[in-house]
């Protein structure tokens, strides 16, 4: 592995530096300086010619700041002459800009994937992006690993008896059928409809649940609006309480509090693609580093890494599991 070197931006080096120690390589140093006028330059403190390059960076608040740091460290590794440089954005946050659904609106997506191209980046390595046809914005190969297998890991060995797997909307109905076959339950979705940013309407519940304990799965909670509306509407279908999982938990706004203090919530469970908010002890953060450095090790090694993201990763598939059940058929 003498030849990787890993850095990191401002935005999450904890997760950074987990990813080394699973690779077994040191973190490398970087400075990000700010020149009075407000303009930010990079500088990366390791030799990086003819070297296989990775910058973790995930794009998290404040995330124009964040990504424009990911686009300077890799226009300064492209500039030391790395043999490959990849981006490690475990998550995208301008997935959510993934079609034109207004008049004269931007697809800050596919602007955000050019520009990371622009900047030098050979390769993309994400989690869980928000919408898959994002992986067609970008003109250089994309990596998209899951974090399912590591969730559901969090809740085998658990009292599962009575218990639903539910989506907040159909769109992540996919996800959540994955989900659900490797608990061994079944799957339901809440009918949504989004209003704004922050303000959904979840009309329905698609499936059985009443009398039932729910685990709720979602790609990614910011506000919390969604999760919120579709707790209020399955407490009206019978629901007896709720687990809340999801994999990018940036908890943004009143999120926490909406969160830690609701009834029908029992837990939240996410994973360490973005920083954990603080002054919440009993949220449950699962890592995804030995998931991200398997995939640095297999693209170092000409290897395969679909492996990791067809579906749903052996390493975390119940054993018990056939094949059809690991990559969702």
Known sequence: MREIVVFSGSAHPALAAQICDQLGVPLSGSDIKRFSNDCLQAQLLANCRQRDVYIVQPLVPPTQEHLMELLLMIDAARGASAAQITAVIPHFAYARSDKKDASRISLGGRLVADLISTAGAHRVLTMNLHAPQVHGFFSVPVDHLTALGVLADHFRGTDLSNSVVISPDLGNAKEATQFSRLLGLPVAAGSKQRKSDDKVVIDSIVGDVRGKRAIVLDDEIATGGSIIELLDKLAEFGVTEAAVACTHGLFAGRAVERLRHHPMVSQVVTTDTVPAPSGWPA??????????????????????????FDGVDPTHAPPQASLFDKVGG
């Open 283 to 308: 949220l449950q953060v699962r890592t995804v580093s030995g998931l991200f450095a398997e995939a640095i090790t297999r693209i170092h090694e000409g290897e395969s890494v679909s492996i990791l």
